[in-house]
């Protein structure tokens, strides 16, 4: 009864404006400061322009007039049009086939409202928008297909944080798995290797007497409703004491642990802008290690090396203009600093990640083109697509993979420790470096490019003294003896 209650509500609301007006728009964002993901109420200025800048609907009579909105874990959504902002005018989407919302916010710390770039395309356009049917349109023309698109906007469920992954390690006698979740009159239901728990049916669950003979295995959560449903990516729980975070003291960078496993590296010869050395084949790590939350930032990098190459700085965006031999000796400072302030474990050493670590935690248990699927948009990365940022963001901008890592695609190009080498039955030519001899590898790709350089699977090689605006790398830590794939 509830349901068919809220399906009335929502068609005589949107009804209305589907007759006079673009219905409202649901729009949802991301806003993290210094890295962090935001919590609490702030205030919003939205507007809508075209791909020349131009205005065409903003929520209030100003751009300085704002709406206070909540945002949980750095999200937040909206309906532009709808919450007390100025309607969407009815011809809006009918005569600009190109617009982008252009965000501005203000967290009360006296800065006042800043622009979050970059602007975001609307991708979902809704129905009979044009000015011209807008006034003949009666409540029998809407047809049933149109009022579901728009409810489903509202009811059709989403995961918004998996549970923590890759691999929740713990010691003691309880865990606590959780997930949120977007959507209406949603059910939960936890699985253990594909199999339903008995009574695992909310959001958040709890396991008591932590054993690894009875609870190592692949944890997901079903979240579903009569729109549809959804599954969170697995978490296979390690009970070996393994913390499965770490930060380096001095310079506050949070590492997270990938556990040991196997996958398949490289690329299916479908893939599109596949190169020739990504030839796929079977990797396993027989040990982990951690690796970077985020990319080496500009101030961590000066806080080890007292110099800062990077143009244009910023405290929190990547550092970049940094050849392989100096992230080398960022390592080794690193390493010394450690040591001498006794927080260096024995036989433990931080280090550029391998190529086989590098796209181990850049897949996080996927095998698409890229972590979160085969195409690309611009919100998922900061690449080069026609309107970006043309630079690099601070680090943390855009969704953490599946097993909470940020900007591993995109951003700058990352360093690894390997040197050039083929994967099988495969070459590699590339016009920005020397032979393969002598060239280091970097993956992920950057600002600079387009999005097939942002693939999983993408390598790229160049001279380890080649440096550029779009270049800098990651740190990974692990025992010096653990460092080898097979």
Not at 23 to 38: C, D, L, Q, T
Not at 172 to 190: M, P, V
Not at 399 to 417: C, K, L, Q, R, T
Request: glycine letters at 10%; a neutral charge; aromatic letters at 10%.
């Amino acid at each position: 009864m509830k349901k068919l209650v809220a399906l009335l509500f929502l068609f005589f609301t949107l009804l209305p404006a589907l007759v006079w007006a673009s219905p409202p728009v649901p729009f949802s964002g991301k806003v993290a400061i210094g890295g962090v993901n935001y919590f609490g109420q702030a205030k919003f200025a939205f507007a809508i322009q075209d791909k020349n800048g131009a205005v065409h609907w903003r929520n209030g009579a100003t751009a300085n007039e704002a709406i206070n909105v909540n945002v949980a874990n750095g999200r937040y959504v909206v309906l532009l049009g709808g919450q007390g902002m100025n309607p969407l005018p009815a011809s809006l989407f009918a005569n600009h086939d190109e617009l982008y919302v252009k965000v501005s916010f203000d967290n009360n710390d006296g800065q006042g409202l800043r622009h979050l770039a970059p602007d975001q395309r609307i991708t979902a356009v809704p129905y009979a928008l044009s000015s011209k049917m807008a006034d003949s349109v009666k409540p029998s023309s809407i047809t049933t297909a149109q009022l579901n698109e728009q409810i489903l906007k509202y009811l059709k469920p989403e995961i918004t944080l998996a549970p923590q992954a890759p691999g929740l390690i713990f010691g003691g006698q309880t865990i606590t798995l959780n997930s949120r979740a977007e959507g209406k009159f949603l059910t939960y239901q936890w699985h253990k290797n594909g199999q339903p728990i008995a009574g695992a049916t909310q959001d958040r669950y709890v396991i008591q007497s932590v054993n690894g003979s009875l609870h190592e295995g692949n944890y997901t959560l079903v979240v579903s409703n009569d729109f549809g449903s959804v599954t969170t990516q697995a978490t296979s729980l390690v009970v070996d004491g393994t913390p499965t975070r770490h930060t380096v003291a001095s310079i506050n960078m949070e590492m997270i642990f990938c556990p040991p496993g196997t996958f398949t590296m490289g690329s299916p010869v479908s893939e599109s802008g596949r190169g020739t050395d990504e030839t796929q084949h079977q990797v396993t790590l027989t040990n982990g290690f951690y690796l970077g939350k985020y990319e080496v930032t500009q101030a961590q990098y000066e806080t080890v090396i007292g110099s800062n190459p990077s143009s244009p700085q910023g405290n929190n965006r990547p550092v970049e203009r940094v050849n392989w031999h100096e992230a080398q000796a960022f390592c080794d400072q690193l390493n010394s600093i450690e040591q001498t302030a006794g927080r260096l474990p024995a036989g433990w050493k931080y280090a550029l990640p391998t190529e086989a670590q590098w796209e181990y935690a850049c897949r996080a248990g996927t095998t698409t083109a890229y972590s979160w699927g085969n195409a690309i948009g611009p919100n998922d990365a900061n690449w080069n697509h026609g309107n970006d940022a043309n630079t690099t963001m601070e680090v943390g901008q855009f969704s953490a993979n599946p097993w909470g890592f940020y900007d591993m695609h995109g951003n700058v190009w990352e360093w690894v420790g390997d040197w050039k080498a083929n994967y099988p039955g495969g070459a590699q030519t590339n016009p920005e470096g020397p032979a393969s001899g002598s060239s280091r590898v970097r993956r992920g790709g950057s600002w600079s490019h387009d999005g097939t350089y942002l693939r999983s699977a993408k390598r790229s090689h160049v001279n380890p003294s080649y440096r550029n605006d779009n270049l800098g790398f990651r740190v990974g830590f692990q025992a010096v003896q653990q460092d080898t794939a097979n």
